[in-house]
């Protein structure tokens, strides 16, 4: 396929906006169409690790995230009385990853990565679906309600339910539910001082991370029945978790109902054949829907779209490069959501003792986890220089 000079990038999310900078930055003409009325996300925060971070390097976003970021330091792996099993080093981070862990709600990495796109490339509102995925002989097709667009190249970015890969892979499954169900809230918690941490309980976890602004990101994820919800989230929140160690009560009583959200975790438990057919080619949730249970979603969502910038006139390359990759991290996200949401008390009670011991043996055996995850490193060389000592900041 020849170099392709107009893309359609379908979703503006974090996996679509970084396409389609990194293909406007490589020459191509790109309009991104969001079916929301706004670039708005879910109010919900993003942890992003330094191999997301060296992709954003590649457009040239890098050292600005990494300067409107919260850097995420002390902290560690906690049970539900606040006993720490593990804590966390930030600079053991940095130096074996090359580079910090950072925290930022979604929107600023959208408003900063929307920043980086001609005016009028963003329209909201618009529905589109692939009616024609092309091929090297002729340009793909996508219908909007204002008529249809050819494109050398579609990014399709429509998250975990895609239509545009069942288009692609009709007879692909899906889905599948993942088991649990999750809250997030971001809000101001007056007075609140702690050190980051995650909690596992008995088929229960709960995360508190302060952000750069002030306000508090905290998540919750427990075993539940696809689609139970309760008429109210926050009293939900309060009957799993209000005896949980601080600062979980305190967060809990500054939310108010409507500040909670709740969504049923999807993963696709079957990996696609291929990230591309014809001239379409699937980033992010679209391609790989995994469980949060890594933080690594929505930083494989970051780097798949600049490898795919990369290979923008060789998708089945742009296949080669991800599948495996995001195959094997889907997977290893899937075995973690089982560790941290098992029931057994004779096995949380061995889990638990296991990780306090690896973390009193050195952080590195504790890091050793995400080797190969976090020391990702693109194929193309990065525009922006890259900071990794969070004394440094």
């Known amino acids: 396929m020849a170099q392709p000079k107009r893309a359609v990038v379908i979703g503006g999310g974090i996996g679509g906006l970084t396409a389609a900078t990194a293909l406007h930055q490589r020459g191509l003409e790109v309009t991104v169409l969001e079916r929301a009325p706004s670039l708005e996300p879910v109010g919900a925060a993003i942890s992003l690790a330094p191999n997301s971070l060296r992709a954003l390097d590649v ?194 009583a500054a939310a108010r109902p409507e500040d909670v959200l709740r969504h049923d975790v999807h993963h696709l438990a079957e990996p696609l054949p291929a990230f591309h057919r014809g001239r379409v080619a699937l980033v992010g949730d679209a391609a790989h829907a995994m469980p949060p249970t890594l933080g690594q979603g929505g930083n494989q969502a970051v780097e798949d779209a600049i490898v795919l910038a990369h290979h923008c006139a060789d998708l089945p390359a742009y296949s080669t490069a991800r599948l495996p990759r995001t195959t094997a991290i889907a997977r290893q996200a899937v075995k973690v959501a089982r560790l941290n949401l098992m029931t057994s008390r004779a096995g949380i009670a061995v889990r638990d003792a296991l990780v306090a011991a690896v973390s009193k043996a050195g952080p590195g055996l504790v890091l050793r986890g995400f080797d190969g995850i976090a020391d990702w490193r693109p194929p193309q060389p990065p525009y922006a220089s890259v900071v990794s000592d969070p004394g440094t900041r």
């Open 59 to 252: 457009i040239g976003l890098g050292d600005e995230i990494r300067d409107l970021a919260a850097w995420q330091g002390d902290g560690g792996l906690r049970t539900p009385s606040g006993r720490w099993l593990s804590r966390t080093d930030p600079g053991a981070v940095a130096e074996r990853f090359g580079g910090p862990l950072v925290l930022l709600h979604r929107a600023t990495l959208v408003t900063s990565l929307a920043a980086g796109l001609p005016p009028g490339a963003i329209r909201t509102g618009v529905t589109a679906a692939v009616t024609d995925p092309g091929a090297a002989d002729r340009p793909a097709t996508v219908r909007t309600p204002d008529g249809e667009l050819e494109a050398d190249l579609v990014v399709a970015a429509d998250g975990v339910r895609s239509a545009v890969r069942e288009t692609l892979f009709p007879d692909h499954p899906g889905a599948a539910y993942s088991g649990f169900t999750t809250w997030r809230v971001v809000i101001p918690v007056p007075g609140a001082e702690f050190a980051s941490h995650e909690t596992w309980g008995r088929g229960r976890i709960w995360g508190s991370h302060p952000l750069k602004d002030g306000r508090v990101y905290a998540y919750a994820a427990a075993l539940a029945p696809a689609g139970e919800r309760a008429p109210d989230e926050r009293a939900e929140l309060l009957r799993r978790y209000g005896d949980w160690h601080q600062p979980v009560p305190a967060i809990l």
